[in-house]
């Protein structure tokens, strides 16, 4: 080994720059190897700064989306909330007209009881005035017949005499008796009461 070692040191003093262009070649090497590495790792880098790009789009658009989609939600919430609240103020409104025509049912049904009743007592107080009438035209038709009655008697020339013997009291001639009795005779015909007409003045 030492025979070895000793030519080789040898040569090496013999060509220095044989051996610095050696060294110079082997760090070129490694510049070379550094270099190409570099050149993956960069191309590798690259690569996946493309898949983050791509994957980061994707990411803003679908916040996008769910931006739009959330404030979508929000605004068929906010749409929801014054639906209902005109629902609320329409049922307030509805239950308000009810109590309103449940009491004017109410009073219109106490108003139709107290004309029915009125009703009924007019219809009371028309049936006893309907007989009220028919006793008076009855009790005015005897009247009239005894009054008829009594004009006769006094126009029989036996009664007529006694009244004319009676005449110095009485201060009356045969004429003016005879008239005092049509007149009165014309007088009980006005007072007598005809059922047609009495119909008629009641329908009145």
Do not use: F
Request: charged share 35%.
């Amino acid at each position: 080994m030492l025979l070895a070692v000793a030519p080789a040191q040898a040569a090496n003093k013999r060509d220095p720059n044989k051996e610095a262009l050696r060294r110079m070649q082997i760090q070129v090497q490694q510049v070379e190897d550094k270099k190409a590495a570099l050149e993956q790792d960069k191309a590798a880098l690259g690569k996946e700064l493309d898949t983050l790009k791509k994957k980061t789009g994707e990411l803003t658009s679908s916040a996008a989306r769910a931006n739009q989609a959330k404030a979508k939600r929000e605004k068929e919430a906010e749409a929801l909330r014054q639906d209902k609240a005109a629902l609320s103020e329409q049922v307030a409104q509805l239950k308000q007209e009810l109590g309103d025509s449940q009491k004017a049912l109410h009073d219109t049904r106490q108003s139709l009881q107290q004309e029915t009743g009125e009703k009924q007592r007019l219809a009371q107080n028309l049936t006893l005035q309907d007989k009220a009438v028919a006793i008076c035209e009855t009790k005015n038709q005897m009247l009239y017949r005894y009054d008829v009655e009594l004009i006769n008697r006094a126009q029989r020339r036996g009664s007529l005499e006694t009244l004319l013997e009676a005449e110095p009291v009485l201060g009356l001639k045969r004429v003016q008796i005879e008239n005092l009795l049509e007149e009165y005779r014309d007088k009980v015909d006005a007072q007598r009461v005809n059922s047609a007409s009495a119909t008629q003045d009641k329908a009145k």
